[in-house]
């Protein structure tokens, strides 16, 4: 399997590093071997003709494996040796004898077996001699076994010549070539899949449809090309026109069937009854197979080939395709007889899946059937089960005849399958219900524009997501007020995500409108959506107040609902305490936004609603990186990621992204932040993905500033805080990073502007990191007064929440104190600083402040990196602990107590302690024997 262009391979820096390595050492008289290994497809055919390309002046030989030869004993053997049958005649007779019989087509008795394999390796030895040689053998898994023993053999013993072995193979490594060195290949990064599709297709490939196939390729080129040649440009091009799930890979499936193929009948049966229900565990399988007469031993044959995976309680294949493949791969009788077979199976048992075996035998409509479908249909969906529900529900409508009923379903199996996470199959599904229920039945319709309107908040630009859903809650207004400001808060919502502050207002009025002439019952969720929508249209209108006394809810926020403590402990819809979880972070209370969020991720995940839990996981992932760290956050939005890739979900996808560029900024980690930057910051702002991009580029700005390049922080700040390109809530808590970068900068009048801004802001709050944040702009802004702003600062920050941030303001006063020469007061602050960065990871800002604590004589060294930097002490110091091993390095240094007990942050009482437990195990008697012994230079040997 090639890729990339002609003569060039996309990624695999590390492992072209190591073929080229391999290469130069081989010209140097050094020879070697190497197994590349990894799924079929992966790229080792394209890496061993790189190396063949590195290797243009050896002698190459190719005994690639084929699958006709693989038991034509002694086939690859022939083929390495022919080129080399010059200097046959300068082996011993007996070699030589041995190998010419190799050459004739007749296999030499097994006794000679080492004869060829020492015949080769000199062969080989004598052509390197002359020119470094490289064999070259592909698809290892075809070659017989007696040549792989040759082969492994003589690889093991060429380090001297000048021969370089390189094999592939998609098997097991230890099996074919034991004893060799074996580089594995993982997947493609994603950045490389992008590339390779950039490059591999003409035709344009929309950005959801581009990210759809990325994920699903998982990083196997084979699989990324196959898909891009199979679906036309249509499909390419619009992503409601890509078929789910997406077509099966022809070569891969190809490679996958040849096995299962070439398996026993009985064992390709008991394969088939699996494929057909892949939820039968050993027992039952085994039982399906005494049914129909096979015996259960056939199923270790599949074990053994590498296509099923069994333990005691399970059984499922190793690849996921491969049971689609075997499915959809049978004859119509086969898969009939699987049917029926597992039919009967089930009713003898009374299970539920009878009735799902039963229709796939039918072609026509039922009545009977179709109600029972539905009836387990519904169960599963209250069981947690969406997957399994929509399923049946869909199989529901097809048994179904008359036109209206078989619109409801179709509308049902929608629903299931957006919770599956199916989410353009739940779009065709509407579409077909779409055709089919009356005008007269409002209700339906209504909620079946909301369910289009959800699936268009994850999968369409956020603006158009926003009509959907606008639309929806018109629709839904007169009927179903209740859900008509659920789709309200899901519009206002997308509007948030566009970066447009009218949406959300215009959303919010119309909320106003219906909590007027709310009914009764209906009025608890409604009232909380309407907070929701209402703070955050009263925040963009400059009610700001109002705003944040809405967004925190209950008596203490001052919210709609005074008559209980929160209403959120009463709402059970995990989408509106998502959303609600979002308009906390607009009140600045990132407590209150965690806690909201986990309620909507727990609530989503026991109902199986994988969309809306990813959709909440955002929330989560942003609170937590604020009050736990970037560590925290990474975790959850790493999952969260994977989770809305998996479901199609290409808007929480790109947001997510984007918190991982911020959570990556804020660590310092530059090569994670620029792995999402052409996605997330340049792609995601075009289209409308303004959530996305302020946080993508606050975490670009988080890595200028930290390093010190303060006028792009100030630039990408500034293109944060453009409405239209951003989101008003981001680009209003970046303001304090803008400012300091501003200030540095030069730009102080913005720097000024964007301040007042902000302390309005942190006024209406009234309390926490914000007031805090506020003080530290005026320190920055008022150098007549600043020492007093930071201290207030400071004061403010041990009651708030953002640990990081409070360490931010310890770093800038402690330089401010540096530059007005009062550097103990600073190393206070420094320190503080650089502790908090070592524990939240926070590498370039820990740089930063240890140079600054450098610049005040502060030689500060991080406790968890100080073990490493200490030098070899010699054998006495063996019997040392790590602790007194640092000790004992610092004072040979010439540190005192107290600078020892500062650096690792003990207290002199205990160095006391630890000084005199060495002196006693070392046998000595001072503190100038252990500096004298443990010198430089010195007594390291001892």
């Given at each position: 399997m090639t890729y990339g262009t002609e003569h060039t391979v996309i990624g695999r820096q590390a492992e072209c590093r190591r073929l080229a390595d391999s290469v130069e050492a081989c010209r140097r008289a050094g020879g070697s071997a190497l197994l590349l290994t990894g799924d079929p497809g992966i790229g080792k055919t394209a890496l061993m003709r790189h190396a063949s390309r590195l290797a243009h002046d050896f002698h190459t030989i190719c005994a690639d494996g084929v699958r006709a030869?693989?038991?034509?004993?002694?086939?690859?053997?022939?083929?390495?040796?022919?080129?080399?049958?010059?200097?046959?005649?300068?082996?011993?007779?007996?070699?030589?004898?041995?190998?010419?019989?190799?050459?004739?087509?007749?296999?030499?008795?097994?006794?000679?077996?080492?004869?060829?394999?020492?015949?080769?390796?000199?062969?080989?030895?004598?052509?390197?001699?002359?020119?470094?040689?490289?064999?070259?053998?592909d698809d290892l898994h075809w070659v017989d076994a007696?040549?792989?023993?040759?082969?492994?053999?003589?690889?093991?013993?060429?380090?001297?010549?000048?021969?370089?072995?390189?094999?592939?193979?998609?098997?097991?490594?230890?099996?074919?070539?034991?004893?060799?060195?074996?580089?594995?290949?993982?997947?493609?990064?994603?950045?490389?899949?992008?590339?390779?599709?950039?490059?591999?297709?003409?035709?344009?490939?929309?950005?959801?449809?581009?990210?759809?196939?990325?994920?699903?390729?998982g990083g196997n080129p084979l699989v990324l090309l196959e898909l891009l040649h199979t679906l036309t440009p249509a499909q390419l091009s619009q992503p409601a026109q890509l078929p789910d799930p997406l077509p099966l890979v022809p070569r891969l499936i190809h490679i996958r069937l040849t096995r299962f193929r070439r398996l026993p009948g009985d064992c390709r049966r008991l394969l088939l009854l699996l494929a057909t229900e892949p939820l039968l565990n050993p027992f039952s399988l085994l039982r399906m197979a005494g049914r129909a007469g096979i015996d259960p031993a056939a199923l270790k044959s599949a074990e053994e080939a590498g296509l099923v995976t069994l333990s005691a309680t399970t059984v499922s294949f190793r690849h996921a395709d491969l049971r689609?493949?075997?499915?959809?791969?049978?004859?119509?009788?086969?898969?009939?007889?699987?049917?029926?077979?597992?039919?009967?199976?089930?009713?003898?048992?009374?299970?539920?899946?009878?009735?799902?075996?039963?229709?796939?035998?039918?072609?026509?409509?039922?009545?009977?059937?179709?109600?029972?479908?539905?009836?387990?249909?519904?169960?599963?969906?209250?069981?947690?089960?969406?997957?399994?529900?929509?399923?049946?529900?869909?199989?529901?409508?097809?048994?179904?005849?008359?036109?209206?009923?078989?619109g409801r379903r179709l509308a049902t199996a929608a629903d299931y399958s957006r919770l599956a996470g199916r989410l353009r199959h739940a779009a065709r599904l509407l579409e077909r219900a779409t055709r089919l229920v009356g005008a007269d039945q409002t209700s339906l319709r209504g909620h079946m524009a909301y369910l289009q309107g959800l699936i268009s908040l994850h999968q369409t630009t956020a603006a158009d997501a926003y009509d959907t859903l606008l639309a929806a809650a018109g629709v839904l207004a007169?009927?179903?007020?209740?859900?008509?400001?659920?789709?309200?808060?899901?519009?206002?919502?997308?509007?948030?995500?566009?970066?447009?502050?009218?949406?959300?207002v215009q959303a919010g009025r119309r909320a106003l409108a219906l909590l007027e002439h709310a009914r009764e019952q209906d009025q608890g969720e409604i009232r909380f959506a309407g907070d929701f929508l209402l703070g955050v249209a009263d925040s963009f209108q400059g009610r700001l107040p109002a705003a944040v006394a809405r967004l925190r809810g209950g008596p203490d926020g001052g919210g709609v609902d005074r008559e209980r403590p929160d209403a959120a402990t009463e709402v059970k819809d995990p989408l509106l305490l998502a959303c609600a979880s979002h308009g906390a972070l607009f009140a600045?209370?990132?407590?209150?936004?965690?806690?909201?969020?986990?309620?909507?991720?727990?609530?989503a995940r026991t109902a199986g609603d994988t969309p809306t839990m990813v959709h909440a996981m955002q929330y989560l992932a942003y609170s937590e990186c604020w009050l736990s760290g970037p560590d925290a956050a990474t975790l959850i939005a790493t999952e969260a990621l994977r989770l809305a890739r998996e479901t199609g979900q290409l808007n929480c996808a790109r947001n997510l992204m984007g918190m991982l560029m911020l959570t990556a900024g804020l660590a310092g980690d530059a090569k994670a932040c620029e792995q999402y930057t052409d996605r997330v910051v340049?792609?995601?702002?075009?289209?409308?993905?303004?959530?996305?991009?302020?946080?993508?580029?606050?975490?670009?700005?988080?890595?200028?500033?930290?390093?010190?390049?303060?006028?792009?922080?100030?630039?990408?700040?500034?293109?944060?805080a453009r409405t239209r390109l951003g989101h008003p809530g981001i680009a209003l808590e970046a303001v304090p990073t803008y400012v300091e970068a501003a200030v540095r900068a030069g730009e102080r009048p913005r720097a000024e502007r964007a301040a007042a801004n902000f302390n309005r802001w942190a006024e209406a709050i009234g309390r926490g990191w914000p007031a805090a944040l506020a003080a530290r702009c005026r320190a920055l802004l008022e150098a007549d007064d600043a020492e007093t702003h930071f201290r207030h600062a400071l004061r403010l920050h041990r009651t708030a929440d953002r640990e990081l941030e409070r360490a931010?303001?310890?770093?800038?006063?402690?330089?401010?104190?540096?530059?007005?020469?009062?550097?103990?007061?600073?190393?206070?602050?420094?320190?503080?600083?650089?502790?908090?960065?070592?524990?939240?990871?926070?590498?370039?800002?820990?740089?930063?402040?240890?140079?600054?604590?450098?610049?005040?004589?502060?030689?500060?060294?991080?406790?968890?990196?100080?073990?490493?930097?200490?030098?070899?002490?010699?054998?006495?110091?063996?019997?040392?602990?790590?602790?007194?091993?640092?000790?004992?390095?610092?004072?040979?240094?010439?540190?005192?107590?107290?600078?020892?007990?500062?650096?690792?942050?003990?207290?002199?009482?205990?160095?006391?302690?630890?000084?005199?437990?060495?002196?006693?195990?070392?046998?000595?008697?001072?503190?100038?024997?252990?500096?004298?012994?443990?010198?430089?230079?010195t007594g390291c040997g001892e």
């Open positions: 030869e693989e038991t034509l004993a002694y086939g690859a053997v022939q083929r390495m040796v022919r080129p080399l049958d010059a200097d046959l005649r300068r082996l011993p007779p007996i070699s030589r004898e041995a190998v010419e019989r190799v050459l004739l087509g007749r296999s030499p008795p097994p006794r000679e077996r080492l004869l060829v394999a020492d015949a080769l390796l000199g062969l080989l030895a004598r052509a390197g001699g002359r020119r470094p040689v490289l064999i070259s053998v007696e040549s792989r023993y040759i082969l492994g053999f003589v690889a093991r013993r060429i380090s001297t010549a000048r021969v370089l072995i390189l094999a592939g193979t998609d098997g097991e490594a230890s099996a074919l070539m034991p004893g060799v060195p074996v580089l594995h290949l993982a997947g493609m990064s994603d950045v490389d899949c992008l590339r390779l599709v950039a490059e591999c297709q003409p035709s344009p490939v929309a950005l959801a449809v581009r990210e759809s196939l990325v994920h699903t390729a689609r493949a075997i499915y959809h791969g049978a004859h119509l009788a086969e898969r009939h007889w699987a049917h029926a077979l597992l039919a009967r199976a089930f009713a003898d048992t009374d299970d539920d899946r009878r009735c799902w075996h039963e229709a796939a035998l039918l072609s026509e409509t039922n009545a009977e059937l179709a109600d029972e479908l539905e009836r387990h249909a519904t169960r599963a969906r209250r069981g947690g089960e969406p997957a399994r529900a929509a399923a049946l529900m869909e199989r529901s409508a097809q048994l179904t005849g008359e036109e209206g009923h078989r007169a009927d179903n007020p209740s859900l008509a400001v659920k789709s309200l808060a899901a519009a206002g919502e997308a509007g948030l995500h566009a970066g447009n502050a009218a949406l959300p600045a209370d990132d407590t209150r936004a965690r806690a909201l969020a986990s309620r909507a991720v727990a609530l340049d792609e995601a702002a075009a289209h409308g993905a303004g959530l996305a991009s302020a946080l993508g580029l606050w975490g670009l700005a988080q890595l200028d500033l930290a390093s010190g390049d303060w006028a792009e922080a100030a630039t990408k700040l500034h293109r944060l931010r303001t310890a770093l800038l006063y402690g330089e401010y104190l540096n530059r007005e020469r009062r550097r103990g007061d600073a190393r206070v602050q420094l320190r503080e600083a650089a502790e908090v960065f070592r524990r939240h990871r926070a590498r370039l800002w820990l740089d930063r402040t240890r140079a600054e604590l450098r610049a005040g004589g502060d030689d500060w060294r991080d406790p968890d990196t100080a073990e490493s930097d200490i030098p070899d002490l010699g054998i006495a110091a063996r019997t040392l602990t790590s602790r007194q091993r640092q000790i004992v390095w610092l004072v040979a240094t010439g540190a005192t107590n107290k600078e020892v007990a500062a650096r690792l942050y003990l207290s002199p009482r205990t160095i006391d302690y630890h000084l005199r437990r060495i002196f006693e195990r070392l046998s000595m008697t001072s503190r100038a024997d252990l500096i004298r012994r443990f010198t430089t230079g």
